[in-house]
């Protein structure tokens, strides 16, 4: 046999044999920590046979299928009715009727499309939804993992202790689009960091029809794409190379522009950020107004009429808070988390802080700041320099009983993000 082929055999087996390596440990940690976080979801939930909710929703039909996941069977009413609730009722219903109603089409539609092709398979559209998201939020631990390792060496297992600790982490697992937007972001940055600007702009795509927020990974990408392509002597190749990666960093604004257009034109309803102030009592204000709001609310300076409880409100003002000193720290420190990420935790940041509710106050900050995961990575960091146990037990006692207070919370009926 030719010694060169028994040479390049070797050598892939190397490479392969390192590359599981190196996915070893972030698939160990990343299911740990999934595995806790569903755990934990699912004995807080328990509650409810205890407590069943006193709130029922106003619509007859939601009434109706909230009953028929309660009595049937007890798979369906310790893991699909407690998480029946709020915008999966709308998920569902997109999934299996379509925009048939205005007030939907705020919603882009991949996730829907996901829940129906797998419920096309017999399973139900709420476990199918419950599935993806999880399966998604198991994929986000061991990516998070994995890049944390590679930016913070020594850091992964303290950075996913920090995703699962969060009190409103059970978004990850509950039918939500939580988990699924943060992994299409996470791959997409991370290939764009490695330079696979083509690979990038697709998985941004497909996070922007995820959430159309997502188009704010275009800046991050050409970002990268600008820091590796500036050290190239040859202008005509600097300038074709930065020309196509612009053209793959673009492919977010189709889905935005995509779904506009779609809605408006061929569904002939309001634009989507019409339906979103109409339906849903929600607008673009400066930065500061939803802060100030929520201070002014919870400090008793102005009353309002809101089914937000106080203690939802108290931890949107403090998750932003955190988030905002993170993030700042991490410039200050200088810390090695890419400039590409930082940025788009600053541009998620600045979404979180001008989306206002009419009555002045933030809109689900806690539950969108779970998308700023190098407020995570940092985090994480700084967990490992603490001394003592005591100081990172308390922190998991902390964020793991809040967690569950919310939970019971959002299983009944209660709206905290």
């Given at each position: 046999m030719n010694k060169s082929w028994i040479s390049f055999s070797e050598k892939t087996k190397t490479r392969n044999c390192k590359n599981l390596c190196d996915w070893k440990r972030p698939i160990t940690a990343g299911f740990l920590g999934f595995l806790f976080l569903r755990l934990w979801s699912s004995f807080a939930l328990l509650y409810l046979r205890v407590y069943p909710p006193d709130l029922v929703p106003s619509d007859l039909a939601t009434r109706m299928e909230q009953a028929r996941l309660e009595n049937n069977g007890w798979f369906s009413q310790l893991f699909l009715a407690p998480w029946y609730r709020w915008d999966t009722v709308h998920y569902l219903d997109i999934a299996s009727q379509g925009y048939f109603k205005e007030f939907l089409s705020v919603w882009p539609p991949l996730y829907p499309g996901l829940i129906r092709l797998l419920s096309a398979t017999g399973i139900s559209s709420i476990l199918s939804a419950i599935l993806i998201s999880n399966i998604c939020a198991l994929l986000v631990m061991i990516l998070l993992f994995r890049m944390s390792e590679e930016t913070l060496p020594g850091s992964g297992e303290n950075v996913v202790l920090c995703l699962v600790i969060y009190p409103l982490a059970f978004f990850l697992v509950a039918a939500y689009t939580e988990s699924v937007y943060l992994i299409f972001s996470l791959v997409s940055l991370w290939m764009a960091h490695k330079g696979r600007f083509a690979w990038a702009g697709i998985w941004a795509l497909l996070a922007t029809l995820t959430r159309l927020q997502g188009v704010i990974l275009v800046l991050p990408i050409l970002f990268e794409g600008y820091r590796q392509t500036c050290g190239v002597l040859n202008r005509r190749e600097r300038f074709l190379t930065f020309a196509k990666i612009v053209c793959f960093a673009s492919l977010p604004f189709l889905a935005v522009f995509g779904h506009a257009l779609f809605v408006h034109f061929i569904l002939n309803y309001a634009w989507p950020w019409e339906s979103l102030a109409k339906y849903w009592g929600q607008h673009t204000g400066f930065p500061?107004?939803?802060?100030?709001?929520?201070?002014?609310t919870v400090l008793g300076f102005r009353k309002i009429t809101t089914p937000i409880v106080p203690l939802a409100q108290v931890i949107d003002l403090v998750m932003i808070v955190f988030a905002m000193i993170s993030l700042i720290l991490i410039w200050i420190k200088k810390s090695p988390i890419p400039l590409s990420y930082q940025l788009y935790a600053w541009m998620g940041l600045a979404v979180i802080l001008i989306k206002?509710?009419?009555?002045?106050?933030?809109?689900?900050?806690?539950?969108?700041?779970?998308?700023?995961?190098?407020?995570?990575?940092?985090?994480?960091?700084?967990?490992?320099?603490m001394p003592g146990r005591f100081t990172r037990s308390g922190l998991i006692v902390i964020g793991l009983a809040l967690q569950g207070i919310l939970l019971i919370f959002f299983a009944r009926w209660i709206w905290i993000a």
């Open positions: 500061w107004e939803g802060l100030i709001g929520n201070i002014t206002v509710d009419d009555l002045g106050i933030l809109v689900s900050a806690s539950r969108y700041v779970l998308s700023l995961f190098p407020v995570f990575m940092f985090t994480g960091f700084l967990l490992g320099k």
